[in-house]
């Protein structure tokens, strides 16, 4: 049988989808096939081009996991076919991650196959919770076990008595947090120390990373009282009490705050990873999307009448704008004969992305305000482009028309009604958010839309609201949100470090 394919196994990391290797990120932007399991975050899978298989091969919750053999059957059919053929799994491939078991069933049938390592969930987990794997004079070995072995086995395949007796050695324990209380009978029974410092770390790495440190003997007491559900890793030694000083990811400004962002799918990145650097948790709730909208004119005409001024005032502005450049065959060189004005930060920066330094920004990011500076910096006969959405009101266009100058609007994008899938609906109904971000009124206005006037009220009244600026501010309050907190500077990096500086004060 002759093979097209290569096998790649490749380690994914502990959960959190920036841990991943460069290697990984490689193979999965030119993957054909791509076999994944549930702990390899789904999130990677978007690095995948759309022409890719993805295919599931992990347990489902209510159904039986898909079978080894099944898996390799899969691996095999695909290695006739396709290319590239990735096998993501959860951390390294090679611990407890049944990595070399395919391996060798690649090797029987004569495919071809590399392996990629990963951060496995140990390692993640000692270095996120702050609990070191070594320390000199203090822990000189590590061993990784899995206790995924039922209580009921007669012969045990671990050496209890002898990890029992272990000295100066960190004990990384994988496993599901039901057999923790047997595991640790076990080690208290063979005589290890029932004082001795251990850490439970659920969802290593992730945003909604917990950790508790405890004593062993405490350890199952633990997980029933604060309700700990796999995944966990377990640590145990010494290292283990420097958790409270080394627990670097526990102390960020937002650490456990789960946030719902309710800007556009397309336009949330920067302040989602701003908030995600930060430590949130953080909910995408785009009930918004925008679309590029094709003037009736071409751009090329519009262009041709030399405008003096280009004002934008926001990122998809500046984004639909270039797109419907581009689709016309032209690029920046037509802006040449312009100067161009933006609102923001972030819009100036996105112009920079496209190569473009914008000629004004006014001194506090509102209309009125850039209304007010920028009619100071032109003359009274500039003829100027005004690029836009669908917005019905723009208070930039309407007061520049009001106080006679030559302005013309140019409508590049439409915003559109969003409706989110239903799993996010009841997350956000059941998980009550520490706090609700609004960045725009249209973002207001949807989401009363989506929930129904009654409940969006009560969710945002049992939670807290921010605002980017006194506009949306203003559209929360029409709709009765009592209590609103505004972004000191109206930018997504002002709203963010509001955020921050609230959390911190609380
Ligand atoms: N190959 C994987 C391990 C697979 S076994 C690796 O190298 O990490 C599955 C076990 O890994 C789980 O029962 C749990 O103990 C652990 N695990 C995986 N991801 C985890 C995470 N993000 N946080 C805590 N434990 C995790």
């Known amino acids: 049988m002759s093979f097209i394919g290569k096998v790649y196994l490749v380690g994914a990391g502990p959960g959190n989808p920036d841990l991943i ?50 898996i390799i059957k899969i691996l095999i059919d695909k290695a006739k076919k396709f290319k590239n053929i990735l096998r993501l799994k959860g951390g390294d491939p090679y611990i407890f991650g049944r ?66 007796k272990l000295k100066n050695t960190t004990l990384v324990v994988y496993m599901g947090a039901s057999t923790l209380k047997w595991t640790v009978e076990k080690l208290i029974s063979q005589g290890m120390k029932p ?11 992730m945003s909604s990373q917990r950790q508790f440190y405890s004593s062993l003997f405490n350890l199952p007491e633990i997980v029933e009282k604060e ?23 526990q102390r960020k400004p937002l650490y456990g705050k789960k946030i719902v962002c309710t800007r556009a799918e397309d336009q949330s990145s920067s302040l989602t990873n701003f908030l995600d650097q930060n430590g949130a948790i953080v909910i995408n709730f785009s009930v918004i999307k925008t679309r590029l909208k094709t003037p009736e004119q071409s751009l090329k005409r519009t262009l041709a009448k030399n405008y003096d001024w280009i004002i934008f005032s926001s990122e998809n502005g500046v984004r639909y704008f270039f797109q419907l450049l581009y689709c016309e065959n032209l690029d920046s060189r037509q802006l040449s004969h312009s100067k161009i004005a933006c609102i923001g930060k972030e819009t100036a920066k996105m112009l920079k992305d496209f190569g473009l330094i914008a000629d004004f920004i006014p001194s506090s990011f509102t209309s009125s305000v850039f209304v007010n500076e920028f009619i100071e910096s032109i003359k009274m006969d500039d003829l100027i482009l005004r690029v836009k959405g669908n917005f019905q009101k723009d208070l930039i266009l309407e007061t520049l028309l009001e106080k006679g100058f030559n302005v013309e609007p140019i409508q590049v994008y439409s915003i559109e009604k969003k409706i989110p899938d239903n799993t996010l609906f009841k997350k956000i109904i059941n998980d009550k958010a520490d706090a609700y971000l609004f960045t725009s009124s249209s973002t207001v206005n949807n989401f009363f839309q989506v929930f129904g006037n009654d409940q969006a009220l009560k969710l945002l009244n049992e939670s807290r609201v921010f605002a980017i600026g006194p506009v949306t501010r203003d559209t929360l309050y029409r709709y009765n949100v009592k209590e609103i907190i505004m972004s000191e500077t109206y930018s997504i990096e002002g709203l963010g470090n509001t955020i921050i500086q609230y959390f911190s004060k609380i």
Not at 103 to 122: H, K, Q, R, S
Not at 195 to 205: C, G, H, K
Not at 232 to 239: M, P, V
């Open 21 to 70: 290797t460069v290697r990984c990120l490689e193979l999965l932007k030119q993957a054909d096939v791509v076999l994944y399991d549930r702990l390899a975050n789904d999130e990677l899978l978007k690095f995948c081009p759309d022409s890719a298989e993805l295919i599931f091969v992990g347990k489902e919750p209510d159904k039986h996991p898909v079978p080894q053999e099944e």
């Open 195 to 205: 004082d001795t410092p251990a850490i439970i770390v659920q969802n290593a790495t």
């Open 99 to 164: 990595g070399s078991e395919e391996a060798l069933a690649l090797l029987n049938e004569g495919i071809d196959f590399e392996i990629i390592p990963g951060i496995t969930a140990g390692i993640g987990a000692s270095a996120y919770s702050g609990t070191p794997l070594t320390h000199r004079n203090l822990v000189t070995q590590s061993l990784f076990i899995t206790a995924h072995e039922s209580p009921e086995k007669n012969e045990s395949q671990i050496q209890w008595e002898l990890l029992a």
């Open 227 to 249: 309700n700990i559900k796999p995944p966990i890793i377990t640590i145990i030694g010494e290292t283990a009490a420097f958790s409270d000083r080394l627990n670097w990811f």
